[in-house]
Structures are given as C-alpha cells and as structure tokens.
C-alpha cells in the first residue's frame, strides 16, 4: 500500500488554500435552513454551503455548492462553486464526483488563475485511489499522467512541487508492482519473462528504492537463462551503484559460485 501518512498535512495545507477566495462572504446568510434544492439567492446559498464544508459536512457542502450553479449559473459565485464542489468532494473522499467537478470548472474556465487548483485536485483526486501492489494498475498510471501535467504546466507553483513529491512515490510504486510480478515470474521458473519485468524497473524506475534489488534479480535470472555475460553486466552495474548493499553481496556471492570466470 502506498504510504501518505507523512503528505497528508502538506496536501490538505494546499488544498485547502483555494478556500481563500470565499473566506469574505462566509458570514452573510448563516441562518438561512441548510436544504438543497430550495430556492435561494446567491449570497444566502453559498453562504450555507461554506458553513457546512466549514463543520466538515463536506458531502452536504458538495451538494449546496452544485446548488449555486444550478440556481445561480450566470452569476460570479458559480465559478467560484464549482471549485469548491471538487473540493468538496474530495475531502468527503467521492474522488470520482471531485474529478469530474474539476474537469468541468476547467472546460468552462481553462484559463482562470485558479486553474492551476483545479489540475492539482483531479491528480490528488487520482493518488488517493491508488491500491496496493496485487491489484491493477490503471489508477496508479492515471495519478502518475495527472502529476505530470501539474509540474508541465505549472512548473513554479507549489501544486508542482508537491506533485513532483508524490510523482517519486507513484514511480516507486509502478516499480514495486513490477519486481511483484518479476519474483513471481522466477518462481514459476519463467526467467525470460522475470527479465523483461527486472529490466524494465533498471531502465524505467533507475531512482526507485527497486533499483538494486532489480539488478540483483536480473544476475539470478540471466545466470539461469546461461548467460553469465549478461548476468555479469547486471553484477557491474550493482558494483558500481550499490557497493555497500546487501544486494551487491549477494550477487557476487552468486557469481562467484556459478561464473567464477566472470566475477
């Protein structure tokens, strides 16, 4: 499972930034019945909707903010909704609704100064959902496509500079899933197969925590295929990496056994 126990602060401190813009307007209406779906002007309805996010009834304040666009579509407060609908979603953990409400803000808004908020949602709304190792991949490769976008289009802003952080555990991540299906290929005896799994971590994932256990892997399975040349390149680059792991010892102890010529 993907550790976010010590990001979490520093995500929450981001988004929660965006709550900035409405911080003027949350006093006015407070005693208006919080009922979606019931006719109010503008400030009353998006008053009532700061008040629950506030309390942390973020799925009723999700609900109210949909409510400001809907009654009140043309009016300066829906732009303002719409982003706090996402966050809103996010915070009640509805990752799905809180993409989507982004993903419309930034249809209709590309351009806004606000935007850059709007990228970084739908990436921490994809990096939540990320599962551990022995499950499918396909929302990890989201997450990582997302953060990506963030630090290419807003390379200077703080939204990329903590994308850029949960990039490296997204990587580290893919890797993982990798040297998982890489080990259970070699206990199947399928050592063409571990390799390619081996190789792609060294040669995609080279700054990961896999790196030195993935070179080691590979002198186990090349020495298996017979190929102690290719095993001893793997074994060199270990050298020259990783002198002090564990992973080198245990590599040369295995070239010493099996390619002594090579070692």
């Known amino acids: 499972m993907l550790d976010r126990s010590r990001l979490k602060p520093a995500l929450f401190a981001v988004a929660t930034g965006a709550m900035i813009l409405t911080a003027g307007c949350a006093g006015r209406g407070g005693g208006t019945k919080d009922t979606a ?3 109010r002007d503008v400030d ?7 008040a629950r996010l506030d309390r942390g009834q973020t799925k009723q304040a999700a609900a109210l903010f949909d409510e400001v666009e809907r009654q009140h579509p043309y009016s300066p407060w829906a732009r303002r909704a719409q982003l706090m609908s996402a966050f809103s ?3 009640a953990g509805d990752y799905n609704k809180a993409v989507q409400s982004a993903e419309r803000f930034l249809s209709i808004h590309p351009g806004n100064k606000d935007a850059p908020y709007a990228y970084y949602l739908i990436a921490v709304s994809y990096y939540e959902q990320i599962s551990d190792v022995t499950r499918d991949q396909r929302i990890t490769q989201q997450a990582k496509q997302a953060l990506t976008d963030v630090v290419r289009r807003y390379p200077t802003t703080s939204y990329a500079a903590d994308a850029k952080i949960k990039l490296d555990l997204v990587n580290d991540h893919l890797a993982g899933k990798e040297m998982t299906i890489g080990r259970y290929y070699q ?3 399928r050592w063409l197969a571990a390799t390619l799994r081996f190789r792609n971590v060294v040669d995609n994932y080279q700054t990961t925590s896999h790196a030195p256990e993935a070179l080691y892997r590979l002198v186990e399975s090349y020495l298996s295929l017979g190929v102690p040349e290719e095993a001893q390149k793997a074994a060199a680059v270990l050298a020259r990496n990783y002198p002090g792991s564990q992973w080198y010892s245990r590599a040369y102890g295995l070239m010493k ?3 002594p010529q090579n070692v």
């Open 37 to 39: 779906y019931v006719a």
């Open 44 to 50: 009353t309805l998006y008053s009532a909707a700061q």
């Open 89 to 91: 979603y996010y915070a």
């Open 187 to 189: 206990r199947s005896g």
């Open 257 to 259: 056994r099996h390619a």
